[in-house]
């Protein structure tokens, strides 16, 4: 009874937080006790509420008390510790669910501290002291607490497993290493163990080497986030003024067109208005006339009638014409027209610089460029719709099926002049231009095509190479016969050799600098590689032989 009174006594003196006797008690006005350290930093961290509490009943204190020690209370302490009795064990250091557990406590056990590998117990801190004290344990092994101590027991022997068998690669007794493991490369754990520990030093100096490495990575891979999410608002903005310098811009036309045809309504409308009021005036004037006229006729003096006919019977000459040639009735119309074309001629540019706009934003790749791909569904991940520009078309060619389809003609085509159309060479240029990594197939029908890639700037006109796809350093070109290919560069040609295919597959690394032809039949077969460096966006090009047709593929 006198052990659970000092028990009680010592559970009256420690501080509910720190779980301790108490340092600086003080008294709060609920009543209850803390170090006066441990209520100022719960109290310290409520600040931020305006309200504090106490810990154990959570009554509420507005504002903050003020602390005090007490007196007292602190006196009392400091005897209890003069008796040598010292705080009970707090709760945190019982073992809970997850701790190793004190072999020789009995009732509720405390947190082990040690593990002895030689008594295969695990110890609290006071039942580990003899470990310390006694020379008996000199020779001990302490540990970090485990629960797996009787995995260094040999189940066969019962023996402590204090050797290594290399050649089964497993802990032994040393019964074992003259039993079932006799004749094998046996040491013991200790050496062992110190064996694996120089290996275990060089993989971590290569794991720390790899970490080193792998955070100034981090560090550049953030700066690049950094230089990335700079780079896109310093476009954003950019782009921003660009536009709405481009709105104001339109917006300006559309009033200067709105105010020059209203001006000049009103300049046409005034102009008619005079004009009709003097004709009304005249129409009055000869209305008048006529009705003395009219007068002077019904009169029956002989006399009177003479008198006054010459004077009356005069006209003064109109000074208009006789009649108002009015035309069909279209005046602005003309207007409508010209902004329509203005419209379509804007258009027309923003859809072949749109896609280009759009695909040199997905162009921006901060990581190295991945591998060509391997399959036929690895490069249709890449596939482009590409359509085929009417005004670059020489006009013995005629497009079909949405612009996808061209054919080589027997009767020249009745295109509108145009300075992107190629005027002596039988091809034709896509409307999108291709950057980044890109895919398309071309099958054809008839005697051959030259399927190519050309910069914008590529010449149109004359019968010169510098016009001629694959034969100058602005395009490059695979040509496809019936029964052959060559591949096109400045003029150079190489013989290529692969299977015979009336489809040819082109996969383009732009920013890598890859240019790939490859037959397209049941297998891709790679027929020709370019590895260079391209410094404008490319067109796909075609060549069509006559009697031939051709045609860009849907993929999707």
Same mark, same amino acid.
């Given at each position: 009874?006198?052990?659970?009174?000092?028990?009680?006594?010592?559970?009256?003196?420690?501080?509910?937080?720190?779980?301790?006797?108490?340092?600086?008690?003080?008294?709060?006005?609920?009543?209850?006790?803390?170090?006066?350290?441990?209520?100022?930093?719960?109290?310290?961290?409520?600040?931020?509420?305006?309200?504090?509490?106490?810990?154990?009943?959570?009554?509420?204190?507005?504002?903050?008390?003020?602390?005090?020690?007490?007196?007292?209370?602190?006196?009392?302490?400091?005897?209890?510790?003069?008796?040598?009795?010292?705080?009970?064990?707090?709760?945190?250091?019982?073992?809970?669910?997850?701790?190793?557990?004190?072999?020789?406590?009995?009732?509720?056990?405390?947190?082990?501290?040690?593990?002895?590998?030689?008594?295969?117990?695990?110890?609290?801190?006071?039942?580990?002291?003899?470990?310390?004290?006694?020379?008996?344990?000199?020779?001990?092994?302490?540990?970090?607490? !485990?629960?797996?101590?009787?995995?260094?027991?040999?189940?066969?022997?019962?023996?402590?497993?204090?050797?290594?068998?290399?050649?089964?690669?497993?802990?032994?007794?040393?019964?074992?290493?003259?039993? @079932?493991?006799?004749?094998?490369?046996?040491?013991?754990?200790?050496?062992?163990?110190?064996?694996?520990?120089?290996?275990?030093?060089?993989?971590?100096? #290569?794991?720390?080497?790899?970490?080193?490495?792998?955070?100034?990575?981090?560090?550049?891979?953030?700066?690049?986030?950094?230089?990335? #999410?700079?780079?896109?608002?310093?476009?954003?903005?950019?782009?921003?003024?660009?536009?709405?310098?481009?709105?104001?811009?339109?917006?300006?036309?559309?009033?200067?067109?709105? @105010? @020059?045809?209203?001006?000049?309504?009103?300049?046409?409308?005034?102009?008619?208005?005079?004009?009709?009021?003097?004709?009304?005036?005249?129409? !009055?004037?000869?209305?008048?006339?006529?009705?003395?006229?009219?007068?002077?006729s019904h009169t029956e003096d002989h006399n009177h009638f003479l008198h006054n006919y010459p004077s009356l019977s005069a006209l003064s000459e109109s000074t208009h014409s006789s009649s108002i040639n009015?035309?069909?009735?279209?005046?602005?119309?003309?207007?409508?027209?010209?902004?329509?074309?203005?419209?379509?001629?804007?258009?027309?540019?923003?859809?072949?610089?749109?896609?280009?706009?759009?695909?040199?934003?997905?162009?921006?790749?901060?990581?190295?460029?991945?591998?060509?791909?391997?399959?036929?569904?690895?490069?249709?991940?890449?596939?482009?719709?590409?359509?085929?520009?009417?005004?670059?078309?020489?006009?013995?060619? %005629?497009?079909?099926?949405?612009?996808?389809?061209?054919? #080589?003609?027997?009767?020249?085509?009745?295109?509108?002049?145009?300075?992107?159309?190629?005027?002596?060479?039988?091809?034709?240029?896509?409307?999108? %231009?291709?950057?980044?990594?890109?895919?398309?197939?071309?099958?054809?029908?008839?005697?051959?095509?030259?399927?190519?890639?050309?910069?914008?700037?590529?010449?149109?006109?004359?019968?010169?190479? @510098? %016009?001629?796809?694959?034969?100058?350093?602005? %395009?490059?070109?695979?040509?496809?016969? #019936?029964?052959?290919?060559?591949?096109?560069?400045?003029?150079?040609?190489?013989?290529?050799?692969?299977?015979?295919?009336?489809?040819?597959?082109?996969?383009?690394?732009?920013?890598?600098?890859?240019?790939?032809?490859?037959?397209?039949?049941?297998?891709?077969?790679?027929?020709?590689?370019?590895?260079?460096?391209?410094?404008?966006?490319?067109?796909?090009?075609?060549?069509?032989?006559?009697?031939?047709?051709?045609?860009?593929?849907?993929?999707?």
């Amino acid at each position: 009874m006198a052990e659970k009174g000092v028990q009680l006594d010592r559970e009256t003196f420690s501080c509910s937080i720190c779980l301790d006797l108490l340092k600086d008690p003080v008294a709060i006005p609920c009543g209850h006790s803390y170090c006066m350290n441990c209520i100022k930093d719960h109290w310290d961290r409520e600040d931020e509420k305006e309200i504090h509490s106490c810990p154990q009943c959570r009554k509420s204190f507005k504002p903050r008390p003020e602390l005090l020690k007490s007196t007292m209370l602190a006196v009392l302490v400091e005897e209890l510790k003069k008796t040598g009795l010292q705080a009970a064990p707090a709760d945190h250091c019982y073992a809970g669910p997850e701790d190793v557990t004190c072999d020789f406590c009995t009732g509720r056990k405390l947190k082990a501290l040690k593990s002895c590998l030689v008594c295969l117990v695990s110890y609290c801190e006071k039942h580990l002291q003899p470990h310390y004290e006694s020379p008996m344990f000199e020779h001990h092994k302490l540990v970090e607490p !485990t629960e797996k101590l009787k995995d260094n027991i040999c189940s066969r022997h019962n023996e402590v497993m204090k050797m290594f068998c290399r050649t089964d690669q497993q802990c032994i007794c040393y019964l074992c290493s003259v039993d @079932q493991h006799k004749g094998h490369d046996t040491v013991t754990a200790a050496a062992e163990r110190t064996e694996r520990q120089r290996e275990l030093e060089v993989s971590r100096q #290569n794991i720390q080497q790899r970490i080193q490495d792998r955070e100034k990575d981090v560090k550049v891979l953030q700066q690049e986030v950094e230089a990335i #999410n700079r780079s896109a608002d310093e476009t954003v903005e950019d782009s921003e003024k660009i536009f709405t310098k481009l709105i104001r811009l339109m917006e300006k036309r559309r009033s200067d067109v709105k @105010q @020059q045809v209203r001006s000049q309504q009103e300049t046409e409308v005034s102009r008619v208005k005079e004009l009709q009021e003097k004709l009304e005036q005249e129409i !009055t004037e000869l209305k008048r006339k006529d009705a003395e006229l009219n007068k002077l006729s019904h009169t029956e003096d002989h006399n009177h009638f003479l008198h006054n006919y010459p004077s009356l019977s005069a006209l003064s000459e109109s000074t208009h014409s006789s009649s108002i040639n009015i035309r069909p009735l279209k005046y602005f119309e003309d207007v409508t027209a010209a902004v329509s074309e203005v419209r379509d001629k804007l258009q027309d540019v923003l859809r072949e610089t749109w896609t280009h706009i759009l695909v040199t934003v997905t162009e921006v790749d901060v990581l190295p460029s991945q591998s060509e791909p391997k399959t036929r569904a690895g490069f249709l991940k890449y596939s482009r719709e590409i359509t085929l520009n009417p005004n670059t078309a020489n006009t013995w060619l %005629s497009l079909s099926e949405g612009d996808r389809k061209v054919t #080589n003609m027997e009767d020249e085509q009745s295109y509108s002049s145009h300075p992107d159309r190629f005027t002596v060479w039988d091809q034709v240029l896509s409307r999108e %231009s291709l950057t980044g990594r890109c895919y398309w197939e071309v099958e054809w029908r008839g005697g051959g095509v030259e399927v190519a890639v050309a910069y914008k700037n590529i010449s149109r006109t004359g019968e010169s190479d @510098q %016009s001629s796809f694959g034969r100058n350093d602005k %395009s490059w070109l695979l040509d496809c016969d #019936n029964d052959s290919y060559t591949f096109w560069y400045n003029k150079v040609q190489t013989p290529v050799s692969g299977p015979e295919s009336s489809r040819v597959g082109v996969y383009l690394d732009h920013s890598a600098g890859i240019l790939s032809f490859y037959s397209i039949s049941e297998t891709m077969t790679l027929l020709h590689r370019v590895q260079t460096t391209f410094t404008q966006p490319l067109y796909a090009g075609l060549y069509i032989y006559p009697e031939t047709t051709a045609e860009l593929c849907k993929l999707k």
